[in-house]
């Protein structure tokens, strides 16, 4: 409503008449400046001396990018567009790395520091820290032949690098004006099953550089299960798979997405989904009272089961040092049947043993999801899992801090994500309605599309297709789109990309803006992210 009112108000100044550009370039003002009839007559009236006039310009429109930004004060001038012997400029030490990225995206200079007095020229693109706020907000003024970027962490200021180079994209121009923007969700994700489908570094790293300009800050990795471990290990190299990233790559891929401002959320699910580490431990097996191995299951009643998992999650800590880790706990098959303790009598005797007689295999189960959050909390990291791991009637509760990553409501005992939050636990969107793209559509999947995506689904509407209330809004932290690979061979990574291509943009467009209807139809929403790549 503010930027309409600024809009409207100078769009009632300029109507009919040309406006001649003020010496400073304020954003749109018109206070002070010469008018003259429509069509450009410089004639005066009166003997009196008509100064030169400057180009007249109309009013800006709001730059198109995605996501689209919050909020635009359009102005008159000429907007900005990247030119030889341009430079970028940055206020402080800790923006080096978004200056020199942006500065070689548009073909400037980066000039390096200088402060606010110093040589700043026309054609610069200056970044600026400082002011209060969201971390990830930022202002971007364009006036005067200049772009100003300035936010109150570096990561805002990164994201408004990136709706600069959308702007400028193929030649085009950055509006003149002041665009102040921030994410309606703190927490905008992809997450990717590498365990079973392996992804190439180089395709990983293509998806990084994709998720980094469209705001997305996280990236989950979920590369442990039944089909194949994807990553070196050191404490246990028997469970490795043969086709594997090294961590050197590990290494880079995470230093790429801290440059982008993304977290990398490691994934080592358990006690369920557990197969390609238990085919090099076989004693570790899970098997019922007729000795018959459940599939990709842990015998969680064994010290030796604890032990390896807690050795892999130490050892994974120092390789993906985001703030965030999951730890899954969801599909753990002891509990799909319908007597979990006549079936496995070693679980129910372990759980009698640590909860007392009334102690069941799903508190057995819950405590050992405690006990893998207590070994990553020793690492200082803020804990999810997903929704079927957070078990019902057990004397034993999850622990307090765990977020739950919201995917489906289709598990044994399923509850209402409401449940959850009037619990007052934090929440995470993964709804497989929408936001799961499963390989070869398995069981009832099909593979999402971008325009259901942007029509239908907001944050909000975390199982299926009803939204929870609004005044749960601030516990629902965000959302991640989602790739699992369920038949891998059902698609290439090159057909993954494409086919995840238009979910990923409607996906962040629904995480940035906060409106539960877009303002833009699907058909020029699709027809935008077509001309920006």
Request: charged fraction near 20%; include cysteine; hydrophobic fraction near 35%.
């Amino acid at each position: 409503m503010v930027v309409a009112a600024a809009v409207a108000g100078t769009v009632a100044l300029g109507t009919g008449i040309g406006v001649w550009a003020s010496s400073g370039g304020d954003g749109g003002s018109t206070a002070g400046a010469s008018r003259q009839p429509s069509g450009g007559d410089r004639s005066a009236s009166s003997g009196a001396a008509t100064p030169t006039p400057t180009r007249s310009y109309p009013l800006s429109q709001a730059p198109r990018t995605i996501p689209a930004v919050r909020s635009h004060i359009a102005a008159r001038g000429p907007g900005w567009r990247p030119q030889r012997g341009g430079r970028v400029v940055v206020s402080d030490p800790a923006l080096a790395d978004e200056g020199r990225l942006t500065a070689g995206e548009l073909g400037l200079t980066y000039a390096g520091q200088k402060g606010a007095d110093e040589d700043v020229r026309p054609g610069d693109l200056r970044l600026d820290l400082g002011g209060g706020g969201d971390p990830e907000s930022y202002t971007m003024t364009v006036r005067g032949g200049s772009v100003r970027i300035s936010g109150p962490g570096d990561a805002g200021v990164f994201y408004g690098t990136r709706t600069l180079k959308q702007e400028v994209h193929g030649g085009g121009t950055a509006p003149e004006g002041v665009v102040r923007d921030q994410p309606a969700k703190p927490q905008r994700g992809f997450m990717l099953d590498i365990a079973r489908k392996p992804f190439t570094a180089d395709w990983i790293e293509a998806r990084i550089r994709e998720l980094g300009d469209l705001k997305f800050n996280e990236l989950g990795l979920h590369f442990s299960d039944d089909q194949g471990f994807r990553i070196e290990s050191d404490t246990h190299p028997e469970i490795v798979s043969r086709d594997h990233l090294t961590k050197a790559q590990v290494k880079e891929i995470v230093a790429l997405a801290a440059a982008r401002h993304i977290q990398v959320v490691p994934e080592i699910d358990s006690p369920g989904h557990l197969g390609a580490v238990l085919a090099a431990h076989p004693e570790l097996r899970l098997r019922n009272a007729q000795g018959v191995a459940t599939r990709g299951a842990i015998d969680i009643s064994k010290d030796a089961s604890a032990k390896i998992v807690d050795d892999l999650l130490d050892e994974y800590a120092d390789l993906f040092p985001g703030s965030s880790w999951n730890l899954g706990g969801d599909e753990y098959q002891a509990l799909t049947v319908a007597d979990p303790e006549a079936s496995y009598p070693q679980l129910a005797a372990a759980a009698r043993e640590a909860y007392g007689d009334s102690g069941t295999v799903a508190d057995l189960t819950t405590g050992w999801l405690n006990d893998r959050a207590d070994t990553v909390r020793a690492h200082e990291r803020t804990m999810r899992a997903w929704n079927d791991g957070f078990l019902t009637g057990t004397s034993v509760q999850p622990a307090d801090d765990l977020q739950v990553a919201y995917w489906t409501g289709k598990e044994n005992g399923a509850r209402q994500p409401v449940e959850y939050l009037r619990a007052g636990r934090k929440v995470l969107n993964y709804n497989d309605e929408y936001l799961y793209y499963v390989l070869g559509q398995p069981n009832t999947f099909v593979y999402p599309t971008g325009q259901r995506i942007y029509e239908q689904w907001i944050p909000r509407m975390l199982r299926g297709t009803s939204a929870v209330a609004a005044r749960y809004e601030p516990q629902v932290l965000g959302g991640s789109f989602a790739v699992w690979c369920d038949l891998a061979g059902s698609q290439t990574q090159d057909q993954v990309a494409a086919g995840i291509r238009m979910p990923l943009r409607a996906t962040i467009e629904k995480l940035w803006d906060p409106a539960t209807t877009p303002a833009m139809s699907w058909t020029d929403f699709k027809a935008l992210a077509d001309r920006l790549g």
